[in-house]
């Protein structure tokens, strides 16, 4: 009971924040405030995911000493 009254209410917020959102858009846009706009656009789209550093070893488990992961990415590149 209670996961469904905390999604219906969950997607009520999302959709009241996408709304406001896009009035934000469009009042952006309307003025001309074209650096604002692509502001807004940026902020709506998905983070860009960095390049992982994460390297295994032979048996799968991540290395998390940093002398060793770059042992093992040199390991990695020599073949």
């Not at 009035?23 to 860009?48: M, V």
């Not at 002398?67 to 590149?77: M, S, V």
Request: net charge positive; glycine share 8%; hydrophobic share 35%.
């Amino acid at each position: 009971m209670l996961r469904k009254e905390i999604g219906q209410s969950l997607r009520k917020d999302r959709e009241a924040w996408w709304s406001e959102h896009a009035n934000e858009l469009e009042a952006a846009a309307a003025s001309g405030n074209y650096r604002k706009l692509f502001q807004l656009i940026r902020a709506t789209g998905s983070k860009k995911s960095g390049v992982s550093e994460t390297i295994c070893e032979d048996d799968g488990m991540p290395i998390t000493n940093i002398h060793r992961r770059l042992g093992r990415w040199a390991e990695f590149f020599e073949g």
